[in-house]
């Protein structure tokens, strides 16, 4: 292990954010016996210019989830039941879903904040845990049959921690702390939102292109994302993953199972872990955002080393946590594509992914790609395993999120369908759509107001709605049906089914 190297790496980053005196995070490099280096730069707070240290508390976002698996598996919850043998009031589709699936993202489960989002409901409301599982009780179905695809969802993680509680009596706060705080003697908390105050715990921050602003989540955090930790906290939880100290024995191994779709291939995305490939070594871990904060951190188990990023500051940190441990392993970081932006779409359906530079965004889940070592494109995943080739300069074929895809190229200049035109309602909860035919839209947003959008044309009755608030951004899939009614789909819900309720004479 070339510990100075890796140091060296993690030294220049945290220097960077020093440097713009702005906000910044903390690097910390461990191994099974402990924490080996830290560095840390720039701003905890702004405002009375706090420094950001390993100390520093952050939200870890994400990476919560494998903590909740890991409660699960110890407090022995039967991961292969059903969800409604585990939990009551559940719709009969969401009640069928195995908990292993539900964790693994391979449920089909829609994301409680997208499908708010979809109704017009920002992610900065104030909901507490009631209000979203009464939405939830209500959701009509799910995106995709149980284990068809890998799509990354939130609800799941909030179901467990229903069943915590449901099936042991005690809340998953309580759980959590008797089975692993108290006998690892870590700092962990579980705020119920961002009201609460915690201490020493940074402020997150996104950039709007003039100045750095402070980021803001409303709904409840869910043991999808909820906890906060230091940078030297987690790292120490993680050493004891490695070393399998006390309840930990055993665990990583648990945890990094392989999971398996539907048909038996293999999924990357595991119990709260992602698994892939660094080189020659085998690396798991898993990333965490929330609005002004972006964490990763990764292990390689069978050389017992890994590295925590945690920053509040709203950019990439799957790609500094690579650079750093590539630097320890002696391994090469991949090669970024090089690719022609534009947008694909499939022939039929609401699946679309569009290319940047060296990026991918599949119904508005992001991912870097790089160049695979079978001249096709790959991602590391930070949530979506990717892997596909260029039949030609206008296909894209291969597999996403475990799923067979062959993406076309959109021509530019596609006119809008002059079917979607009208307006449209869902009946189950009333949201509205007005389509026109100069390609604007309306979208739900805050009640009556509305979001004023311009769609994006696709082939075959489609059509992209681009929408933003704050640093995170929305484009679900416009997509008229056989029988005239209109679907609404993102990468994260496909749930919502929309009826024309005043669509003009065509005749």
């Not at 919560?64 to 699960?72: D, I, P």
């Not at 998953?172 to 201490?199: G, M, N």
Request: charged share 20%; glycine share 12%.
């Amino acid at each position: 292990m070339d510990w100075n190297r890796a140091t060296a790496e993690a030294a220049a980053i945290a220097g960077r954010w020093s440097e713009e005196r702005g906000p910044g995070g903390a690097i910390v490099l461990f191994d099974a016996s402990g924490i080996r280096a830290t560095s840390a730069g720039g701003y905890a707070a702004l405002e009375p210019s706090v420094p950001f240290t390993p100390d520093t508390v952050n939200r870890l976002a994400s990476i919560s989830k494998h903590f909740m698996a890991a409660t699960l598996l110890l407090e022995e919850i039967p991961l292969e039941a059903p969800l409604g043998s585990l939990l009551e009031g559940l719709p009969a589709a969401v009640g069928a879903v195995p908990l292993a699936r539900a964790l693994d993202m391979t449920g089909g489960l829609p994301d409680m904040m997208e499908v708010l989002w979809q109704q017009g409901i920002p992610y900065t409301a104030s909901l507490a845990p009631a209000e979203v599982h009464a939405l939830l009780r209500r959701l009509p179905g799910l995106c995709a049959p149980p284990g068809q695809e890998m799509a990354y969802s939130n609800t799941g993680w909030r179901l467990a921690q229903s069943v915590i509680l449901a099936q042991r009596g005690v809340p998953y706060p309580e759980a959590l702390r008797r089975q692993l705080l108290e006998p690892l003697k870590l700092r962990v908390s579980f705020p119920t939102d961002e009201t609460e105050p915690v201490a020493d715990l940074a402020a997150g921050y996104w950039w709007d292109e003039a100045a750095w602003r402070r980021g803001r989540y409303g709904m409840h955090f869910s043991a999808s994302g909820g906890l906060t930790a230091s940078a030297n906290t987690l790292a120490r939880w993680a050493a004891a993953l490695l070393a399998g100290t006390g309840p930990l024995e055993g665990m990583l191994e648990r945890l990094a199972a392989p999971r398996h779709f539907a048909d038996g291939s293999d999924s990357v995305y595991r119990l709260g872990l992602v698994e892939t490939r660094l080189g020659g070594s085998r690396v798991v871990g898993h990333g965490g955002s929330l609005p002004g904060y972006r964490n990763h951190f990764l292990m390689a188990p069978e050389q017992g080393v890994g590295v925590v990023v945690l920053s509040n500051r709203e950019e990439d940190a799957l790609w500094p946590a690579l650079t750093i441990l590539a630097a320890l392993l002696g391994e090469a970081l991949p090669t970024p594509a090089a690719l022609a932006p534009g947008i694909y779409a499939e022939a039929e359906g609401p699946f679309w992914a569009e290319l940047g530079a060296d990026s991918i965004s599949v119904m508005g889940g992001f991912e870097r790609l790089m160049q695979g070592a079978d001249g096709g494109l790959r991602s590391i995943p930070a949530y979506l395993d990717i892997s596909v080739r260029a039949q030609s300069d206008t296909v894209l074929e291969g597999r996403i999120g475990g799923v067979a895809r062959r993406l076309e190229k959109v021509p530019e200049n596609v006119a809008l369908d002059p079917r979607l035109v009208g307006l449209w309602e869902e009946p189950d909860f009333g949201a509205r759509i007005e389509i026109r035919a100069d390609g604007t839209a309306r979208m739900p947003w805050l009640g009556a107001l509305g979001a004023e959008t311009s769609l994006t044309p696709l082939p075959g009755g489609r059509a992209l709605a681009d929408l933003k608030h704050g640093p995170w951004r929305h484009r679900p899939c416009l997509w008229l049906q056989a029988d005239g009614s209109l679907r609404l789909a993102s990468h994260r819900a496909r749930v919502l089914h929309f009826q024309p309720l005043n669509i003009p004479d065509r005749g």
